[in-house]
């Protein structure tokens, strides 16, 4: 899909550590301030118990699932917006991103450098958010400028632009993020034509010690009571715990976090959820060749699901035939679902619906 969640935050809280737990890359995790300089960029696979249902139906001759890209940023300071520490090149790549996984510490520890001198998750947050907006007064700024040259001419789109555009700089410039300017379709479409990085959507990570896995600590209550307003979804993951286990062979990980009372590793809530902020959903292809999962934008029409697979598909499409997921797993094979009525003839209006098993007809 070309789509990538970036992980963000203060130099030195776990953003680095957390990305080899995804995606088992070796990016360089270190005790001290911008240990990572350029972004990693690690393509993790994204976990469904659908594509694991469907392979022990159809014992495929392969199973393949589909990824998200995930990028591990520079660590970023106070005045990273005037260029301070690596704040350009910071700000510079988190413009490249579509979502952002913000980690914050939430755990003391003595022999973990904090860049700030102490441990606090919510005086983090709103560094890294002052710097964003900072940023973003200078870019909307600057097309203000513009849009007031335009609208001179008496040109309407612009006037409605300016006057967007009035409201939305003063929204920054009282310390709110571009995202809760967001009302409406047209306040998104401003805000994301705008290429404001205080308007990308975002997760918040909090990197616990292991004890606060289950429950959380004071840091993190704290921390979920300052971002309610967000209504944005918040982790609790250990992530240096997270990577042990993912070096660990396939065999012995599921003791592993067990033993830590999870029903899952962590990383696999990460990775659903980065998912899920990127507006993205799940189709599948179910034979005796391959049984494989494909990422669509949620509200994608047939023709451009068939496209993912190939562009003729979408170029030469006639019909996809559906089954909804619950009704194969509850008739258990394609010409069950056929017998029963449950398979669908559908054209190019058809919007997909996440967990949809799908088969396209087209002309070469």
């Known amino acids: 899909m070309g789509l990538q969640c970036g992980i963000v935050g203060l130099p030195n809280v776990g953003k680095s550590t957390l990305f080899n737990a995804l995606t088992s890359a070796g990016a360089l995790a270190a005790n001290y301030p911008f240990a990572t300089k350029d972004p990693n960029i690690g393509v993790i696979t994204v976990p469904d118990h659908r594509l694991d249902e469907l392979t022990s139906m159809v014992a495929p001759q392969k199973t393949i699932p589909t990824t998200v890209d995930i990028v591990d940023i520079a660590g970023l300071i106070k005045g990273a917006s005037q260029g301070e520490g690596l704040g350009n090149q910071f700000l510079a790549n988190i413009r490249e991103v579509d979502a952002i996984i913000h980690v914050v510490r939430a755990f003391d520890n003595d022999n973990v450098i904090h860049v700030d001198g102490s441990v606090d998750p919510v005086r983090d947050k709103e560094i890294v958010d002052t710097e964003l907006i900072l940023k973003d007064i200078d870019t909307m700024s600057r097309r203000m400028d513009r849009l007031r040259k335009q609208t001179k001419s008496g040109d309407r789109e612009a006037m409605r632009e ?171 094979s394609e010409s069950a679902c056929r017998s029963a009525g449950k398979l669908s003839t559908e054209g190019k209006e058809y919007v997909v619906q996440d967990g949809d098993v799908m088969h396209f007809l087209f002309n070469v």
Not at 192 to 197: A, D, F, P, T
Not at 237 to 245: H, K, N, Q, T
Not at 281 to 302: L, N, P, Q, S
Not at 305 to 311: D, L, M
Request: aromatic content about 10%; proline content about 3%.
């Open 162 to 332: 300016l006057d967007l555009g009035e409201k939305l700089l003063a929204h920054l410039e009282a310390g709110n993020p571009a995202r809760s300017f967001v009302t409406d379709e047209e306040t998104e479409m401003f805000v994301r034509q705008s290429l404001l990085i205080s308007g990308k959507p975002v997760l918040y990570v909090c990197n616990v010690d292991e004890s606060a896995v289950h429950v959380g600590n004071a840091h993190t209550q704290r921390f979920i009571q300052s971002i309610k307003a967000e209504n944005a979804e918040v982790i609790l993951i250990c992530a240096g715990i997270e990577a042990e286990i993912s070096e660990l062979p396939e065999e012995e990980r599921e003791s592993f976090f067990k033993e830590m009372g999870l029903t899952e590793p962590g990383t696999y809530k990460v990775t659903r959820s980065a998912y899920k902020l990127l507006e993205l959903i799940t189709y599948f292809t179910a034979g005796e060749k391959e049984v494989r999962a494909w990422t669509v934008h949620k509200g994608w029409k047939a023709p451009q699901a068939a496209g993912v697979i190939h562009t003729d598909f979408e170029k030469g499409f006639i019909r996809a035939e559906v089954i909804h997921y619950e009704d194969y797993i509850k008739y258990k």
